[in-house]
């Protein structure tokens, strides 16, 4: 008999690019461009209780690669922190198709897209040992994204991650 995954929701990353900047863009030899962002700042919320992980957000990289099809790919790498002070260590890649909303979202004239307007998937991998949230550590992960401007106009990526069962 075969079984399809299930995916179970169990926490809500939010990356806030308020203190974030474009490093460099700059072509690699490969057709399209690649962008660096330093992030900052974020956060998860736990959205089930049996599976605990709210965590501070401290540091991290984005590295984006738009290709000349309209792809844009991310490599991102995060460092947080328990409520406990336990380390994490986030890794994820990705990708996104952009839309008329997530373009104006990146120039400045738009506030939001809906979840699920286009195709926008991750991959995360957690570390951590902290015991009460160390279930991530062996767990395959999946996120469904979105690019958000808050009401001061800071843009940030949400996400709603689930567990594969």
């Not at 863009?25 to 690649?34: L, W």
């Not at 099809?69 to 260590?89: F, I, K, P, S």
């Not at 400045?108 to 040992?129: A, L, Q």
Request: hydrophobic share 35%; charged share 20%; glycine share 10%.
């Amino acid at each position: 008999m075969t079984s399809y995954p299930i995916f179970k929701p169990v926490f809500h990353l939010y990356i806030n690019a308020e203190n974030s900047e474009v490093v460099s863009t700059f072509e690699n030899g490969r057709p399209g461009k690649r962008i660096f962002v330093q992030i900052h700042e974020g956060y998860c919320d736990s959205t089930d209780d049996h599976y605990p992980f709210n965590i501070k957000i401290t540091s991290g990289t984005n590295w984006l690669f738009l290709s000349p099809d309209n792809v844009l790919t991310l490599d991102v790498r995060l460092r947080a922190e328990t409520e406990d002070g336990h380390g994490v260590y986030i890794h994820y890649e990705g990708y996104t198709k952009p839309t008329p909303a997530m373009n104006a979202i990146f120039d400045g004239s738009g506030s939001h897209m809906e979840f699920g307007e286009t195709e926008f998937f991750i991959k995360p991998v957690i570390e951590t040992d902290a015991p009460k949230e160390g279930w991530v550590n062996n767990k395959y992960l999946i996120g469904k994204g979105r690019f958000v401007r808050n009401e001061k106009g800071v843009m940030g990526a949400e996400y709603y991650i689930s567990m594969c069962q």
